[in-house]
């Protein structure tokens, strides 16, 4: 079984640029996966940031921007703010019409 | 506006069976597949299953980790969807989002509910 990979955590300094990737344990991410990254903090119900590899969400300030590098894809956060610091989960659709979510990076801005 | 409200959760048995219950409003969710997303007590989201709209036959799909112990179902007339859980394990202890998929191949979730817990303990 295919598994979605990030990574378990990272840190950035305010104002600072951070990318976080999202990966399969076997084979390339590619646009047709349709990657979609998700915001939640502690307590809360996901935020939906990106979709179709580098749509942003309505609302979602012009520092988060997506992105397929290599072959992962890719949350790129420019300019990091104190309240960015949350987890980050990325949504693969993958083969037999299901869906599967990476482990989550631990955002922490420092 | 759109609203996904899940209800059902509490504790139960291992072996036992729970049926959590997902009301949509604001939307007309024959138009939409309606999928359920788990979290474990400080641990990551997981993808669960998923129920197709009516275009497509309200078909299912799930995640092997559920796979012959969950079923997924819907009643439009009602705007509920329902994930039927049985043979409950500690491990699928969780909250329990209610996810509306975004319409069209795009596949992202562009509305969740609050979430609901559900207990698996003895």
């Known amino acids: 079984q295919t598994v979605v990979t990030q990574e378990p955590s990272f840190s950035v300094s305010p104002g600072g640029t951070v990318t976080l990737t999202c990966g399969l344990s076997s084979g390339s991410v590619s646009t047709t996966f349709n990657p979609s990254w998700y915001q939640q903090t502690p307590g809360q119900t996901p935020r939906t940031l990106i979709y179709s590899t580098n749509i942003r969400a309505s609302g979602v300030p012009d520092r988060f921007s997506g992105s397929i590098l290599g072959n992962k894809a890719a949350l790129t956060i420019t300019g990091a703010q104190a309240d960015d610091e949350s987890d980050y989960y990325c949504l693969l659709y993958m083969g037999g019409g299901t869906s599967a979510l990476g482990g989550g990076t631990k955002l922490t801005v420092l | 506006e759109v609203q996904l409200v899940e209800s059902g959760g509490a504790l139960v048995q291992p072996g036992g069976s729970l049926r959590l219950s997902c009301a949509a409003s604001g939307f007309t969710l024959s138009d939409y597949y309606m999928d359920w997303v788990r979290q474990a007590p400080g641990k990551g989201l997981e993808w669960v299953g998923r129920t197709r709209n009516k275009a497509n036959g309200y078909s299912t799909v799930y995640a092997a980790s559920v796979k012959g112990r969950f079923s997924l179902s819907r009643d439009d007339s009602t705007d509920s969807v329902y994930l039927q859980m049985n043979s409950l394990k500690a491990e699928d202890t969780a909250v329990y989002y209610c996810?509306?998929?975004?319409?069209?191949?795009?596949?992202?979730?562009?509305?969740w509910g609050q979430g609901t817990l559900v207990t698996v303990s003895s």
């Open positions: 996810a509306r998929l975004s319409i069209g191949s795009t596949y992202y979730f562009d509305n």
